[in-house]
């Protein structure tokens, strides 16, 4: 139907494409998790043995952050040094941003 293409402040371009299609409905489930533990150590414990663990991203990539922020402050606003240190960040923001979603 449509297409749409955009480009985020890493620089990397992403194309939404928006079709038309029939979807088969799904069987319900009967299965009941439930959590049964919140820990710093592990994220959560379900009743089924499932453990996710807590993932310790933020803190390593906040420290890769801070350098490329100075380095930025630093430049002249518009020039190309500036957009190049102004790249760098966003990428970082970027990977910070992926770790959330997986």
Same mark, same amino acid.
């Given at each position: 139907?449509?297409?749409? @293409?955009?480009? /985020? +402040? ?9 079709? %038309? ?5 799904? =069987? ?22 499932? @453990?996710?663990? /807590? +993932? ?9 952050? %801070? ?5 930025? =402050? ?29």
């Amino acid at each position: 139907m449509n297409a749409n @293409i955009r480009r /985020n +402040p890493s620089g990397k371009y992403f194309v939404s494409l928006g079709t %038309v299609i029939e979807v088969a409905e799904l =069987s319900k489930s009967n299965s009941v998790v439930g959590v049964l533990d919140l820990e710093t150590i592990n994220i959560a414990i379900l009743s089924d043995g499932t @453990i996710y663990s /807590n +993932p310790k991203f933020f803190r390593t990539l906040e420290e890769k952050l %801070v350098k490329p922020q100075q380095t930025m =402050s630093r430049r002249t606003i518009g020039g190309a040094n500036w957009y190049k240190a102004k790249r760098k960040v966003a990428r970082i923001h970027e990977r910070i941003t992926n770790a959330r979603n997986i």
